[in-house]
């Protein structure tokens, strides 16, 4: 089965566009790390990951208590959930030839870390993250978002992003946060205080020895 990565983008388009039938799974990535249970869903069969476990395009990952998933994508985009989180990437088009691509992945729910790869950091890249409150456009960017603080915050770690919710957009630059609430408003670009960094790198940091089983 070949990969994602030796594709030319048009190919790509056409093979993970939605509506178009794929006979197997095409592997977009891998597992790094794992801490307690980490599920993901394909064509209503769910599997473990395990470290080096392999992620296929449209998988639905799902952490459960007390869990951690940092997984690598082809083009070296970063992604880590928390515990009780669930993400799918709904597309991923990517030409190592030119480091172009387009990346769209939607955090369902819980916290993550999402660290940029070669699709982010070259003319032409479109990376996309869209969680149940906002939408976040990024560029050469480390930033992390979730449930925090009885809303939903995004930090930027690095790069700069747009947060847009239901009533507003707001830029993030490096070391800035913004908080949603339920009017969908993001509030002004602004440092986090100190406890609120702490909780929010917590939610992602691997607390224990990652698995290999």
Known sequence: MPAICRLSAALAVGIFSAGVAVAEPSTIGAVDKVQARVEATQAGQTRALAVASDLYFRDRCRSREGARLQATLKDGTQLTLGENAALVIDEFVY?????????????????????????????????????????????????????????????????????????GTVTLRQGQGTMLFGDGRPRRAAPWPADRMRRAIASITFTKPPSAR
Do not use: C, M, Q
């Not at 990346?103 to 149940?132: N, Q």
């Open 95 to 167: 030409d190592p030839h030119t480091s172009r691509g387009e990346l769209s992945v939607k955090i369902a729910k819980g916290a993550f870390l999402y660290v940029g790869g070669l699709i982010e950091g070259e003319p032409g890249g479109k990376v996309r993250i869209r969680t149940p409150v906002a939408a976040i456009g990024v560029r050469g960017t480390t930033v992390w978002g979730g449930p925090i603080g009885k809303g939903f915050g995004v930090v930027v770690l690095s790069g700069v992003v747009t947060v847009t919710g239901r009533n």
